[in-house]
């Protein structure tokens, strides 16, 4: 026989505060069963406060529970919610013998609350929402349907509370919508967000459990201004077209830097060029700065595999002469073991990891994962938002190729560490030499900031390496004091996909591409993005000049090759002009519409939109807009072959079988 006794105080909602529950509400203490519920021992509030007693002859380690029935005809269970100071309200197998004490009884209240502050960034400060704004809690089932809990509208000091009397899931998925009002145009929900005051509270409360969400004296604090994070003013932004300008701008960031170097990094190769790397950051390591590495290590080690899907395409999918067949494909196999070799990465990896200061995580996921989940321990925020991924979620890749130093300085864009990538002199114009890889000396372009938008950058960078078990760094006070705000500077914000929680490119860039009156220029090298297609058919329709420039048969993808000719017959019948770019592998992920700017890691593709890991910044200014149009978009069109209608058919020299992987697989799920 178990004899148990729990000292309880239950609260209700009053209409401005929580009260005692009415003396003479009914309490009792059950054994959950999977059969029939017992009733260990029943009670009366005095004072809001019950002492129970029970025991059960035929469970040794009973599964305890509290219910209430209060005089409105409601009544209260305690499954699924938790005591104010965390306790579950289902205590399964408890071997306690008491809960509370009569001094310090354990506390519930029975309704779930909010208590928020809601604020916005407008015109370069940050201000309460004005009161009247509509302010709703909801709850997300599995299946998509939505249940509004509570409702209230925000105080003039942007305040709200949210009660909830009834929860229709023991663990609900919850979170808040605001508006649209005050300078809310369209509403504003939670999901993708996370508490202003809290790096680690997430505004999508998965499987929640506890008893509420901030106090009165102590309010969470949510930001619902999209645009906070996506433009900040007064920063210094600077294109890096090519390997050259990047290895300059990366190696000078590199030694400059002080207090801590933060890359995150898709690819590191062992070649000469990303050894050459590894050393500048070792030098600032063994001199005292904090140095934080998160690479894909898997991916690059299976890079050269990319090599065997060539061999496949030709042999499988493409309608080729048997001598050119056999010449490709021999030409394959001469470099498969160069590329191989630099994928072998143990050695470079031995080498960083012995290295004083420097912490090396490896950010590679399974390429096919079931129910995903992250290592038990981290921070909920980070937790709740990767256990935000569909069931079943294929290649997931932080993909994402950043480097940002001191809090200060951030570099971001396309390109990897390789030789591919970066390298010390121009590549000249014309085919490679026939010893050199066919995508040796990849066109690319990255970008180089300054100013507040960095404090985005760092944060970005954050939560990935909590993610993947690293340290919870500080961020310098949180709001980055000392960063310079440039006076002739620019509006610059950080954009992202992170997968199951913020598809934010895929928005940015439809919408920009769905409201562009005059102009859009795009490179881009992997593209099977239906919604894209037809949002840049439809701009080119209405008059805007589309302009769009892909690889030519040099592209390492042969998938998204292959993809991107299947649309030019549409895209060129709209009017958008499709250019090739010739000799060399442009990876370019680059976009200009009207005034705005985009460059960033990102493709034109699900993956990028949905799956993976991506940053890309935006600059909202004519003025950089155009010199980027000057830098990169006009000279790569002049070099580059426009694609007529009357080429497309011999474009696609692949047979049935490549067209129906093409449309039923790349463009619908890739």
């Not at 909602?13 to 009415?22: E, H, L, N, Q, R």
């Not at 993947?468 to 709001?479: I, P, T, V």
């Amino acid at each position: 026989m178990s004899t148990l006794t729990a000292h309880l105080r239950l609260e209700t909602w009053s209409g401005a505060d929580f009260a005692p529950v009415p003396d003479g509400t009914r309490v009792q203490l059950c054994d959950e069963d999977p059969l029939i519920d017992d009733i260990l021992a029943e009670g009366s509030t005095s004072g809001g406060r019950v002492s129970l007693t029970g025991a059960d002859p035929d469970d040794r380690h009973p599964d305890v529970y509290f219910t209430a029935a209060l005089p409105d005809g409601r009544t209260w269970d305690s499954r699924g919610r938790a005591a104010l100071d965390g306790a579950p309200g289902l205590l399964p197998d408890t071997p306690d013998r008491v809960l509370g004490t009569p001094a310090v009884p354990r506390v519930f209240r029975l309704e779930w609350f909010a208590f928020l502050r809601l604020v916005a960034f407008v015109d370069g400060a940050t201000r309460p929402l004005p009161g009247g704004v509509p302010v709703a809690l909801v709850e997300a089932d599995p299946f998509g349907v939505e249940r509004v809990l509570a409702t209230a509208r925000t105080h003039p000091d942007g305040r709200a509370v949210l009660v909830a009397a009834e929860l229709y899931e023991d663990a609900p998925d919850l979170f808040v919508r605001v508006g649209p009002g005050g300078p809310l145009r369209d509403a504003w929900d939670s999901r993708a967000a996370f508490a202003d005051d809290d790096a680690d509270q997430p505004g999508f409360l998965l499987d929640h459990a506890g008893p509420g969400l901030g106090s009165a004296q102590d309010p969470v604090v949510f930001d619902v201004m999209p645009e906070r994070r996506r433009v900040h003013g007064g920063c210094s932004a600077r294109p890096l077209i090519d390997g050259v300008a990047l290895l300059a701008a990366l190696e000078d960031a590199i030694a400059q830097a002080q207090l801590h170097i933060h890359l995150e990094m898709m690819l590191f190769f062992d070649d000469p060029m990303g050894r050459r790397v590894a050393e500048a950051l070792m030098a600032r390591a063994r001199a005292g700065v904090t140095v934080r590495l998160l690479v894909d290590w898997t991916t690059t080690r299976d890079i050269h595999q990319l090599v065997t899907a060539e061999k496949a395409w030709v042999r499988l999918f493409r309608t080729l002469p048997d001598d050119e067949a056999d010449r490709l494909v021999a030409w394959y196999d001469a470099h498969a073991p160069a590329e191989r070799a630099r994928g072998q990465v143990d050695d470079l990896i031995a080498t960083l990891e012995s290295t004083p200061n420097l912490t090396l995580l490896d950010s590679s996921f399974p390429k096919l994962q079931l129910d995903p989940r992250l290592p038990p321990g981290l921070p909920a925020a980070y937790r709740d938002l990767e256990q935000a991924l569909p069931l079943v979620t294929l290649a997931r890749v932080d993909h994402r190729k950043m480097l940002v130093v001191d809090g200060v300085r951030a570099l971001l864009g396309g390109q990897n560490i390789g030789a591919e990538y970066l390298y010390s002199d121009p590549v000249p114009d014309g085919p490679p030499p026939d010893d050199q890889r066919a995508w040796a000396g990849w066109h690319d372009a990255f970008i180089d900031l300054q100013g507040p938008v960095v404090a985005d950058c760092q944060r970005l960078f954050r939560e990935r390496w909590v993610a993947e078990g690293g340290d919870a760094f500080a961020l310098d006070g949180g709001e980055f004091p000392d960063l310079p705000v440039f006076d002739d500077g620019l509006p610059v914000g950080i954009l992202r996909t992170t997968p199951g929680a913020d598809h934010e490119i895929e928005r940015v860039l439809l919408g920009l591409f769905r409201g562009a009156r005059r102009r859009i220029d795009v490179a881009n090298p992997y593209f099977s993005s239906p919604d894209a297609l037809e949002a840049l058919c439809a701009a080119a329709r209405r008059g805007v000049t589309v302009r769009f420039v892909l690889p030519d048969h040099r592209n390492d993808s042969v998938d998204f090759h292959y993809a991107g000719r299947m649309a030019y017959g549409r895209m060129i019948a709209a009017g958008i002009e499709v250019f090739e770019y010739p000799h060399r592998m442009t990876h370019t992920k680059a976009f200009a519409v009207d005034d705005c700017a985009i460059i960033g890691s990102a493709n034109l593709n699900r993956t990028s939109f949905q799956r993976h890991y991506e940053v890309c910044a935006l600059v909202n200014d004519a003025a950089f807009t155009r010199a980027l149009r000057d830098a990169l978009f006009d000279p790569d069109t002049a070099k580059s072959r426009r694609i007529r209608a009357e080429d497309v058919e011999a474009l696609l020299d692949i047979n049935l079988a490549a067209k129906a992987w093409l449309s039923g697989v790349v463009w619908t799920q890739l």
